[in-house]
C-alpha cells in the first residue's frame, strides 16, 4: 500500500490463508539525459553521480522503510520497456523474502564463525584468485562459486560495509571503476548490450538503519540471462523450476572469459 492508504488489517480466514499489510513506495532514477549511454559508457564523473544519488535515496527512503531495494532490469530480455538507462528503487515496511533468508544465513554464519560470511568470501576469492572477474583498490567481483546463472557476478567491497551510504569518497570513486570494467567486460562478451537485473542488498534500514548489523555485508547482485550468444538466452525450466539450478559451465569457466575480455568498450574500440 502507498503511505496514507487505509489499514484493510489481517485476514484471519484460515491458518493457510495468511495475508498482512505492507506500505511502500517505488521510484524510477534515469542515470543520464542521453538515452543511448549506459553505464559502461558513461564517464566516471558521471557514474559517480549515479552512485552518490544511490546513496542519497537510500538514505531519505531508509529513514521511513525497513528495506530499501535500488534494481535495474537492463534490455527487453528483461522485461524493460523504457530503454532510457535507468534503475528503479522499492521501499516497503516489510522485509522481503530472498533478503530475509539472506539476513537470517549471514546471521548465522556470524554466530557460529564470528565474522561475515560474505567478507570472509572476498578474502577466499583473493586466496584462490579462481573466479576473480574485476579487482580494484576497494571492490572485487567474482562469478560466485554458488552462481545459478551462466555469467552471474557479485560485487563487493573488500572492507566490511554494512549499508551503502557507509561507503567513503574513495570507495565510491573506486565503485564507478569497478562497476564500468564488469559491465564493459559484460557487453564485450557478445558485443551486445548485455541484458541483466541488478540490485544492491545490504543491512536494514527504517527502524534498523542506526543498528550495527556485523553480520551484513554490502554487496551488489548480478544476474545476466544470456548463455552461447547475444541471442540465446538460458532458460530456467524443467528439472530446474522443479528440483535444482544446473549449471551450463563451471564458475571459474564463466570468470576466465569475462576476466579475459578487454577493460575498453567494443564501441569504442573501434572509434
Not at 530475509?100 to 565474522?115: C, F, I, M, P, V
Not at 544492491?200 to 543498528?211: E, F, I
Request: negative net charge; hydrophobic residues 35%; contains cysteine.
Amino acid at each position: 500500500m502507498p503511505p496514507g492508504a487505509p489499514d484493510l488489517g489481517e485476514s484471519g480466514e484460515h491458518h493457510l490463508l495468511r495475508a498482512a499489510k505492507a506500505q511502500g513506495t517505488c521510484r524510477v532514477m534515469c542515470f543520464h539525459p542521453r538515452s543511448d549511454l549506459t553505464l559502461p559508457l558513461m564517464a566516471l564523473p558521471e557514474i559517480r553521480r549515479v552512485v552518490d544519488e544511490w546513496a542519497n535515496q537510500i538514505t531519505e527512503l531508509g529513514r521511513s522503510y525497513l528495506w530499501v531495494q535500488v534494481f535495474e532490469n537492463r534490455g527487453k530480455v528483461m522485461g524493460c520497456s523504457n530503454p532510457h538507462p535507468h534503475c528503479q528503487i522499492w521501499a516497503s515496511s516489510f522485509m522481503p523474502n530472498e533478503p530475509g533468508r539472506s539476513d537470517a544465513n549471514q546471521l548465522k554464519y556470524y554466530e557460529e564463525h564470528g565474522a561475515p560470511l560474505l567478507l570472509d568470501y572476498v578474502q577466499l576469492e583473493l586466496k584462490k584468485k579462481e573466479r576473480i572477474v574485476v579487482e580494484t583498490e576497494h571492490w572485487l567481483a567474482v562469478v560466485p562459486f554458488w552462481a545459478v546463472w551462466p555469467f552471474e557476478t557479485l560485487l563487493m567491497p573488500r572492507r566490511h560495509v554494512q549499508r551503502f551510504p557507509d561507503l567513503t569518497d574513495s570507495e565510491r570513486d573506486d565503485l564507478c571503476v569497478a562497476m564500468k570494467q564488469l559491465l564493459t567486460k559484460y557487453d564485450n562478451l557478445y558485443e551486445c548490450s548485455f541484458p541483466y537485473s541488478m540490485g544492491w542488498q545490504g543491512a536494514p534500514t527504517g527502524p534498523q538503519r542506526d543498528k550495527d548489523c556485523p553480520h551484513w555485508q554490502l554487496h551488489a547482485l548480478y544476474f545476466p540471462p544470456l548463455l552461447r550468444s547475444a541471442t540465446v538466452k538460458k532458460f530456467m525450466v524443467g528439472y530446474e523450476m522443479l528440483c535444482q539450478s544446473q549449471r551450463d559451465l563451471t564458475a571459474e569457466q564463466a570468470a576466465a572469459k569475462l576476466r579475459e575480455l578487454p577493460d575498453l568498450h567494443y564501441k569504442l574500440s573501434s572509434n
